[in-house]
């Protein structure tokens, strides 16, 4: 199926882009085409495994204290330094 860029500086810009990267206009759009949904998607997976973080450290919280130590006195370090 053919695309068809009918606004002329569209077309000037991926005549541009193919000379810049020594490929054919329908590989210069590919590229970009590429690069854009690489760079969406990225933003798109890094939002959720941000939310994915946050609700495994809300879940993490809830969990009950099973040792009442300070995390100082789980891994023996004291005033002098570790044990």
Do not use: C, W
């Not at 002329?8 to 000379?19: P, Q, T």
Request: overall charge negative.
């Amino acid at each position: 199926m053919a695309l068809n860029i009918a606004n002329r500086v569209v077309e000037d810009k991926a005549i541009l882009v193919a000379k810049l990267l020594g490929q054919n206009k329908t590989a210069a759009v590919e590229r970009a085409l590429d690069d854009f949904l690489l760079r969406h998607g990225a933003k798109e997976r890094r939002e959720e495994m941000q939310r994915d973080a946050a609700t495994l450290l809300d879940g993490f919280s809830r969990l009950p204290v099973l040792d009442a130590r300070s995390a100082d006195e789980i891994i023996g370090y004291h005033e002098n330094g570790l044990l």
